[in-house]
């Protein structure tokens, strides 16, 4: 199994797209998993999701279960399932559910502030 660890990620991070900030949160969780670059996971309430429409795709992670995933509608972009979110994580991982998480794309900039 790929070892995942899951803390309290330090100070407050953003998470913006096409010049709109999504959400602001002092609560994110840092996921380290294996040789991956960190993934911060934001709770829900802290996250516009007006701004994001669930889509079709789903993905699977062993370690982690099943993602549904999200495209960030504004004003001036669509971004493509650009989040994820584990509904119902596997029981280990069950401090992520109701988070969401962002990729790493040119649109999307998530930052420690």
Not at 4 to 22: E, N
Not at 28 to 57: C, S
Request: proline content about 4%; hydrophobic content about 40%; glycine content about 8%.
């Amino acid at each position: 199994m790929t070892d995942i660890t899951i803390r309290k990620a330090a100070g407050k991070w953003s998470v913006r797209s096409g010049g709109a900030v999504l959400g602001e949160s002092m609560n994110a969780l840092e996921l380290l998993e294996g040789d991956l670059e960190p993934v911060i996971y934001f709770p829900r309430a802290d996250i516009g999701m007006a701004f994001l429409d669930r889509t079709e795709k789903v993905t699977h992670c062993p370690h982690k279960g099943d993602a549904t995933h999200f495209s960030i509608v504004n004003k001036s972009s669509v971004t493509e399932n650009a989040a994820w979110s584990y509904e119902d994580p596997v029981a280990a991982m069950a401090e992520i559910e109701g988070y969401v998480a962002f990729y790493r794309v040119d649109s999307v900039k998530v930052e420690q502030i």
